[in-house]
């Protein structure tokens, strides 16, 4: 028996109604089930092939922010990749001009961006290197800065954008 991969993530979110529109306005996911009073949402990321991605459950607008990684354990963040580095230039700009961007990294092995939903909590969008370009990045905790532009020539040498 083997994982072949992570299939969705679920969230508790204050009203996930308002958490879909971002979702779908932001990273262009779309709508597979709702609850006719809100309750709950799942939702499938654009050119996902998983039943859905993400849920989202409704717990009211009286729900505190998560102290996960401040007081309590809990999640960090979940990351959405997507296909090449001109698309995570694109959702940079989505994710700027929603408000919402809180950071960006170079890896090595993946070029990240940082954002926050409604609620505060924390995802990634980004898009991984080809194994073959790793090279020692594969088993080191990197930290950079990162520069889309360069790294969009510096893998367009490669034929990848």
Partial sequence: MAITGMNHAVLYVRDARRTRDFYADVLGFRTII??????FVFLRAPASTNHHDLALFTI????????????TVGLYHIA???PTLADLEDMA?????????VGASDHGANKSLY???????EFEVMWLVPAEHWGAAEHQAIIDPLDI??????FAAHGLD
């Avoid at 709702?34 to 309750?39: F, S």
């Avoid at 009211?60 to 007081?71: D, H, I, Y």
């Fill in 34 to 39: 709702e609850h006719p009073q809100g309750a």
């Fill in 80 to 82: 959405w990749e997507v």
């Fill in 149 to 154: 532009p360069a790294e969009r020539r510096r």
């Fill in 93 to 101: 700009d989505r994710l700027r001009a929603a408000g919402a961007l």
């Fill in 115 to 121: 954002a926050k939903d409604p609620d505060g909590l």
């Fill in 60 to 71: 009211g607008a009286q729900a505190g922010p998560s102290q996960a990684g401040r007081s």
